[in-house]
Structures are given as C-alpha cells and as structure tokens.
C-alpha cells in the first residue's frame, strides 16, 4: 500500500511539474518557461506587459504559423537605464530586422522597464491596426501563435537563452 502510495504521489509530482502545467493562457496572461506577458486593451491601443528571468533583452512575436518567417517581433531591453522597445519583422529563421529598414514608422509608444535582481519587465503600447505588411492588426480576439524569447545580453543580436511559441487568443 506504501509502494502504491508513492507512486501516485511521484506520478502526481511528474504530472505538476511537467511544461503543460507551467504554460498557459488564462485570459489576458500567458506563462510559459518563466516568462510572463499580460495585455490590456484601452481605446484604440493594447498595452503589454512582459517580465522575464534575466537582465537581458526580452520578445514577443506575433505570427499566424509555428514557423518565424513574417513574424512581427517586439524586442525590448533596458541598457544602461534607458528603456527601448524595437519592433522587427523576420523574413526568415535568424533573419531579422528593425521594420525602419522598410521605410515603416515604429509605432511602439509608452515604453517602460526596469532590471532588478535577474529579473527584466517591459510595459509598452501599440495601436490595434497595422499600418504596414511587416506589423500585424492585435485586435480583441485575434489569434496568433506568440513567440516568447529572452537572451542574457541587452545585444538584440545576441542569441536567445530561451525561445518558445504558445497559441493566444488576445
């Protein structure tokens, strides 16, 4: 009875401990592999809000298949006190670029953050409607597959420590 006790117990522990149960959506949040993102819509904007386990740079990405090719990544660090969310468009795995290659105006605005014992957490905004084909629309309700990614150097060319995708519904 003992054995089959400790079973169920290790087998419970396995069950709790297992990514499925640290990565979520409940609402307007998703947890996944120690990074959280929360969003709020207010008039014609969504505001995000990203919190990381490093002191490095942190993304989200927008795009409407597991692939990265025309994903709409914000990247966003704060180095030397200075707080900076840069939107990028991926043409291809490891192909990235600032959308201000394209001739498109970032429309990040509100930008907020601060680093503090290992951890990172970057608020920003951006309006609904896309105005380019390297943005995407981030209607209520919209589906995307979000990429989450965080790196140990403020670098947004240095690779990432950790990078995953998890399907949302904003």
């Known amino acids: 009875m003992k054995m089959l006790a ?4 290790y087998g419970f522990t396995v069950i709790i401990n297992s990514d499925k149960f640290n990565e ?10 120690g990074m959280e993102v929360s969003w709020k819509y207010n008039n ?14 942190v993304t ?3 795009n409407s298949n597991d692939g990265m090719a025309g994903c709409y990544l914000l ?21 990235y670029s600032p959308i201000s290659k394209y001739d ?6 509100d930008p907020k953050g601060k680093e503090e014992s290992d951890l990172t957490n970057i608020s920003f905004s951006l309006p609904l409607k896309a105005i380019s084909k390297y943005q995407k629309d981030l209607f209520p309700n919209s589906e995307y597959i979000m990429v989450l990614a965080y790196s140990i150097d403020d670098d947004f060319q240095h690779h990432s420590i950790m990078r995953t995708s ?3 519904k904003l």
Not at 6 to 9: A, E, N, S
Request: aromatic share 12%; proline share 3%.
């Open 6 to 9: 400790f079973i169920i117990l």
């Open 24 to 33: 979520y959506q409940s609402g307007n949040q998703v947890l996944k592999n």
């Open 44 to 57: 014609d904007r969504i505001y995000f809000e990203i919190q990381a386990p490093t002191e490095g740079w």
């Open 60 to 62: 989200i990405g927008f």
């Open 75 to 95: 990247m966003g660090r704060v180095k030397n006190g200075n707080v900076e969310v840069v939107e990028h468009y991926t043409q291809r795995p490891g192909d």
């Open 104 to 109: 498109v105006t970032a429309q990040v605005a």
């Open 166 to 168: 998890i399907k949302v």
